[in-house]
């Protein structure tokens, strides 16, 4: 079941800063959040860094793929200037300084691991691994509440990740549940099942909290709907209206 933050800022701070940055986790962590879901997928030179689409050209100024290019590279790119003039020059993180400043501010971290294709297996081993060195002193003394979870729809990138690092827990990025998925999930141990809320029913959602599986929605920014999936027995979901909806919304 799940034993994490119950509500999540998505990629940092929802709609209100550029998503996947520095400036997104700060203005998540005004509305008070200290639990963020953010994407990693790796550069040409195989460092990963915090992007979701992997290509240039929505929200980091250039052209090309992901893959095309250098961390470092990548690094110097305007990831801000999208969303307004304010954030102009923000940064693309690089995943390992991202994730160290998480830990540094006490930010509980749903790492989506994103390959370009064909790099399934390598991008899950390499976030596995650097989540695993950055968190060896919680593993070892047992506080995993604080360890990160690991998700993606990719299930050769969670084996991999499960392989490199076993004691991280991983979650299954499913949009619908196919026909067959509790199989899928066990083949990756994974402890959590995280589906789009538009396809989830009170029904679907017993099954797998039945099945032993912890149950997580995106992206949830109506607090009706957000009121509604509680009351189903969802367990948690990420936002991107922190403005709307704050880290203690349906806490009595």
């Known amino acids: 079941m799940w034993r994490y933050p119950r509500i999540l800022a998505h990629r940092g701070g929802g709609t ?6 520095f400036a997104g986790l700060k203005r998540g962590m005004d ?5 963020v879901e953010f994407d990693v997928m ?5 460092v990963p860094v915090v992007m979701h689409d992997p290509y240039l050209g929505r929200t980091v100024s250039g052209a090309g793929h992901v893959f095309d290019y250098d961390a470092l590279e990548l690094a110097r790119m305007d990831a801000g200037s999208w969303h307004g003039a304010d954030y102009r020059g923000e940064p693309v993180p690089l995943f390992v300084e991202f994730a160290q400043y998480c830990k540094a501010h006490g930010i509980w971290m749903n790492i989506e691991i994103k390959p370009a294709r064909g790099f399934d297996r390598e991008t899950g081993d390499t976030v596995a691994r650097i989540t695993r060195a950055l968190f060896a002193d919680d593993i070892a003394s047992g506080a995993l509440a604080r360890v990160p979870l690991l998700s993606s729809f990719s299930l050769a990138a969670l084996d991999a990740a499960r392989a490199a690092a076993p004691d ?30 538009t396809h989830l029913s009170p029904e679907l959602a017993q099954v797998v909290r039945d099945a032993g599986f912890g149950l997580f929605c ?8 957000a009121r509604e999936l509680l009351g189903w027995g969802v367990e948690a979901f990420c936002t991107d209206r922190v403005d709307l909806i704050g880290p203690d919304f349906g806490i009595a």
Not at 186 to 195: D, G, K, L, M, N
Not at 218 to 225: A, H, K, L
Request: charged residues 20%.
């Open 16 to 21: 209100l800063a550029p998503e996947n940055t």
């Open 31 to 35: 509305f008070g959040f200290r639990a």
């Open 42 to 46: 790796l550069a040409r030179d195989g």
């Open 168 to 197: 991280l827990p991983r979650a299954c990025l499913m949009s619908e549940l196919p026909p067959g998925w509790e199989p899928l999930a066990r083949s990756v141990e994974a402890v959590a099942i995280h589906t789009n809320h």
């Open 218 to 225: 995106y992206t949830v920014n109506d607090p009706v709907r």
